[in-house]
């Protein structure tokens, strides 16, 4: 699911309340959609996060709400946070997830390794080299 853009073929949510709020206007939008439909969490991820080690995934899902110490949109939020973060993004002028964060007593996890974030073409050429052409 995406929130925040649409993409043919994958459910996309569009920003909650309204477009243009960043990243806590699509978490807004994920967990109005999960309380509406019976989901008890969302789990959050950028889109620019290639690779997540499954033990911090674990971490955040068992302590949630939870958010990752060094990526903070990589997340576990409860859906019944959702009328309380819709609050929080209508009347917080800076919409930081660290701040919503602190308002839920959210609890910050550590990554055990350094997470892969890609943010331009040279951080994916990193991440995959293409091969030296053979001579």
Same mark, same amino acid.
């Given at each position: ?41 969302? #789990?959050? =991820?950028?889109?620019?996060? $290639? ?6 995934? %674990?971490? /955040?899902?068992?302590?949630? +709400? ?40 959210? #609890?910050? =996890?550590?990554?055990?390794? $350094? ?6 073409? %040279?951080? /994916?050429?990193?991440?995959? +080299? ?6």
């Amino acid at each position: 699911m995406l929130a925040g853009r649409e993409r043919k073929g994958w459910v996309s949510l569009q920003d909650r309340p309204r477009s243009g709020l960043g990243p806590l206007g699509g978490i807004a939008a994920a967990l109005n959609h999960a309380a509406r439909h019976g989901y008890d969490r969302v #789990l959050t =991820i950028g889109c620019d996060m $290639p690779s997540v080690p499954s033990a911090l995934f %674990a971490a /955040l899902i068992d302590a949630a +709400p939870a958010y990752c110490r060094e990526a903070p949109i990589l997340g576990c939020w409860p859906a019944s946070l959702a009328p309380a973060l819709d609050n929080h993004v209508e009347h917080d002028s800076k919409r930081s997830i660290r701040g919503w964060a602190e308002r839920v007593s959210a #609890l910050a =996890i550590e990554a055990p390794e $350094p997470l892969t974030n890609i943010n331009a073409p %040279a951080d /994916l050429a990193m991440l995959c +080299p293409r091969p030296e052409p053979q001579a």
